[in-house]
């Protein structure tokens, strides 16, 4: 079946940068786009781009232009985003979902990532 | 970017009644293709969103069929049709006609 196993919570300081993944299984990784959502506590959702594994193209929303990098590596079937220069604004709980289409039909469970000093 | 408004921003049912959640889009989803890309998502309560409806009126494989949306350009709604316990949590309604994505803010469905 397919999964989306994402990496665990992390703590980091302000002005660092952080990599969170999210490993897919029981599909055709290179075949889905994959997107990347943030949700801040209480808040709603917010899209901040998706790659695609096949040919490692990538779309930003272009408010995360320059703070969120989206890679694919084909060999493990594993999406990263590397957030960086951090500050309390990014401190938020981060999806994967795999998109047919805009359709997300399978979401990761989700990362938090806290920013604090 | 487009805002969706979703209301009511909360709503409190009994099991078995029916609700409607209303999402405005602040520009026509209607895409150039024809197709309308308005979709509607359910986040229960530690959980991950998951799709319930796509492209405005399409159900999501395994969503059961209480769950309805209808609309058109601006102006989308998703209606509950005899709601049950596990239905609770928040609603939110989704675009991607125009870039970015955007979502709404959310409608949180509490059982009384």
């Known amino acids: 079946q397919v999964q989306l196993q994402q990496s665990g919570a992390e703590l980091v300081k302000p002005g660092s940068s952080v990599k969170i993944s999210c490993k897919a299984s029981g599909y055709t990784f290179t075949s889905y786009d994959m997107y990347w959502i943030k949700q801040q506590p209480g808040n709603g959702l917010e899209w901040i781009g998706w790659i695609y594994p096949g040919n490692g193209n990538t779309k930003y929303n272009q408010k995360f232009n320059g703070k969120a990098t989206l890679t694919a590596d084909k060999s493990s079937s594993t999406a990263y985003m590397q957030l960086s220069s951090l500050t309390s604004e990014d401190s938020a709980v981060y999806f994967c979902a795999r998109a047919m289409g805009i359709n997300f039909d399978y979401w990761g469970q989700g990362v938090m990532v806290t920013v604090s000093s | 970017d487009v805002v969706l408004t979703q209301t009511p921003p909360t709503l409190s049912a009994t099991i078995g009644q029916s609700v409607s959640i209303s999402c405005r889009s602040s520009?026509?989803?209607?895409?150039?293709?024809?197709?309308?890309?308005l979709n509607w998502l359910l986040q229960r309560p530690g959980q991950s969103p998951q799709l319930l409806i796509y492209s405005v009126s399409n159900l999501e494989s395994g969503v059961p069929n209480r769950f309805s949306g209808n609309g058109s350009e601006t102006d989308f709604t998703l209606k509950i049709s005899g709601v049950e316990a596990e239905d609770l949590g928040v609603y939110y309604c989704m675009q991607a006609t125009h870039a970015p994505l955007t979502f709404g803010s959310g409608t949180k469905l509490e059982i009384k």
């Open positions: 520009q026509s989803l209607l895409d150039s293709d024809g197709d309308t890309y």
